[in-house]
């Protein structure tokens, strides 16, 4: 089916590390993107490709895949790190060059 | 720097067409290999992707959204730089926050700058 699946809402301890999964059928044929969501703010990409971070993205976000699921893990999560976490992928439904978005997952740091 | 700034309507009317532009500044819209896509996000959901236009020349390649195609129609003004969405027979399930993006397709399928968005409420 042609949609992304992600849990609503994922808690992290301060400094902790935690990982943020994404699923559906395209992520078996493409990678999976990651951005992250501020309230009142447009999303920003963190993660994308096999593991890749744009420019003046921190180290502790890293990605990875398997089959259907993609993965974003925060190691040694910071306050600043409160936010809703959006993945995305290619459709890999035929003939249809679209994209897909995931529900999004709230991330709070306790 | 890329930067992307949404403008048009905040209200507009059921049944009527939602007309929005995105303005680019910091490169050419019609020079490399990007598209440039709307996306838009009711309150409190999730993102959804519109539709993109790209490969400017000759012709213009367009790509939409498969549940919204029938009423969607974007396109480009290079002169000024800027893209647009015309959304059809819009009706309250349409009142989102706008976003416009560049859309690297067929690279890295990313979505790298965005614009800040802008509020469009469907009601009379």
């Known amino acids: 089916s042609s949609e992304l699946t992600q849990d609503p809402a994922v808690s992290v301890a301060l400094g902790q590390t935690v990982r943020i999964t994404c699923q559906g059928d395209?992520?078996?044929?493409?990678?999976t993107s990651w951005y992250q969501q501020k309230p009142g703010q447009a999303p920003v990409l963190v993660i994308y490709g096999k593991n890749n971070r744009p420019s003046g993205i921190p180290d502790r976000f890293s990605g990875s895949g398997s089959g259907n699921t993609g993965s974003l893990t925060i190691t040694g999560a910071q306050a600043e790190d409160e936010a809703v976490y959006h993945c995305s992928s290619r459709d890999s439904s035929a003939n249809n060059p679209g994209v897909l978005f995931g529900g999004g997952t709230k991330l709070t740091v306790l | 720097q890329v930067q992307l700034q949404e403008s048009g309507p905040g209200l507009v009317k059921p049944s009527q067409t939602l007309s929005l532009t995105c303005t680019v500044s910091?490169?050419?819209?019609?020079?490399?290999?990007?598209?440039w896509s709307w996306i838009r996000q009711p309150a409190g959901k999730g993102l959804e992707w519109i539709g993109r236009?790209?490969?400017?020349?000759?012709?213009?390649?367009?790509y939409y959204n498969p549940s919204l195609k029938s009423r969607v129609t974007i396109s480009v003004d290079t002169s000024k730089n800027q893209f647009s969405l015309r959304l059809s027979s819009v009706t309250a399930a349409d009142t989102a926050v706008y976003y416009c993006?560049?859309?690297?397709?067929?690279?890295?399928?990313?979505?790298?700058?965005w614009g800040q968005g802008t509020l469009v409420t469907v009601s009379s």
């Open positions: 993006a560049r859309d690297d397709y067929g690279s890295t399928n990313t979505f790298d700058f």
């Open positions: 910091g490169g050419s819209i019609s020079s490399g290999s990007y598209f």
């Open positions: 395209s992520l078996r044929s493409y990678y």
């Open positions: 236009i790209g490969r400017i020349y000759p012709t213009g390649s367009t």
